[in-house]
């Protein structure tokens, strides 16, 4: 078992330095669209006298694709392939958000912020990465931890965390998702034949797959809207429940469930012949 509970750098960036903050040092691992993502929360975090602290990243050398579990307090989570990679990776940053008055505080109880990755053999081949994540502090809530996992083949993912994004790219299995106050998106050219299960509140659903795969969707937004654009494949969906916030179709005539669930915002669902030939916002199918 890997654990990293290594009293963190502080990183705080005076208003005039934000705009002389650049992509210089880049970490070999990240992409870099990674790269912009994480100097643009550096940036945010600061401006709103948050501490935080990006721990080294552990380097695991896996199987196969691998499967990956994540259980996470709070916080983003992204799981994603990269087929360049030589190594799995697991990284993780911690935000404490008590604010500018106490900031000192703040930066001290980064302490309390704990994570492990830990890889285990799975059955029938291959590894299973399992992430944890926990504040052992009287005000939790004011904690978080962001996880992000890059490995060369992603098989299924589990994902567990409250307030916070979501995001799986690239996966071959089944994705079992469950957060709050965030999107989710899904996105692989990998056939999806497995069971798929998305949950969220205040948070879009991005699912985009190929028009290979299959599935029973049942998909609900609560205040929201459901949209689909379907270019490949059988495309079925007559049911009389459907509306505006509801869709139950089938693809391919698949008979695995495709369960989609959020508040507030839309679902959206795409079988495209690229799916993960998006930019950063997603306005249509």
Not at 42 to 50: L, N
Not at 62 to 68: F, H, W
Not at 121 to 130: E, F, I
Not at 253 to 281: H, M, Q
């Amino acid at each position: 078992m890997l654990e990293r509970s290594v009293r963190p750098t502080l990183a705080f960036l005076a208003l005039p330095a934000l705009a002389a903050l650049t992509l210089t040092g880049c970490a070999s691992h990240r992409s870099l669209e990674d790269e912009v993502v994480h100097s643009r929360k550096s940036v945010y975090d600061s401006m709103r006298g948050r501490s935080f602290s990006t721990d080294e990243p552990v380097e695991l050398r896996t199987t196969g694709p691998l499967a990956v579990q994540v259980e996470n307090f709070s916080g983003d989570v992204v799981v994603r392939a990269d087929p360049k990679a030589t190594t799995t990776v697991v990284e993780v940053r911690r935000v404490a958000d008590l604010g500018f008055g106490r900031w000192d505080e703040g930066s001290d109880e980064l302490d309390d912020v704990k994570w492990t990755a830990t890889l285990e053999p799975r059955a029938g081949g291959g590894d299973t990465l399992q992430v944890r994540t926990g504040a052992d502090n009287p005000e939790p809530h004011f904690f978080r931890t962001e996880v992000l996992v890059i490995t060369p083949a992603l098989d299924t993912v589990m994902v567990r965390t409250t307030r916070g994004n979501v995001t799986v790219l690239e996966n071959q299995g089944a994705v079992d998702i469950e957060t709050t106050r965030g999107d989710v998106r899904m996105l692989t050219p990998w056939p999806v034949t497995s069971p798929v299960k998305i949950i969220t509140s205040q948070g879009s659903i991005d699912y985009r797959v190929r028009g290979e795969s299959r599935g029973a969707f049942d998909c609900a937004s609560h205040g929201g809207e459901v949209r689909q654009r379907c270019e490949f494949g059988k495309w079925s969906a007559m049911n009389a429940e459907n509306d505006h916030d509801r869709l139950l179709a089938t693809l391919n005539d698949g008979t695995n469930p495709v369960l989609l669930r959020t508040s507030e915002k839309n679902i959206r669902v795409a079988i495209v012949a690229d799916p993960t030939d998006v930019g950063r916002e997603i306005h249509d199918p």
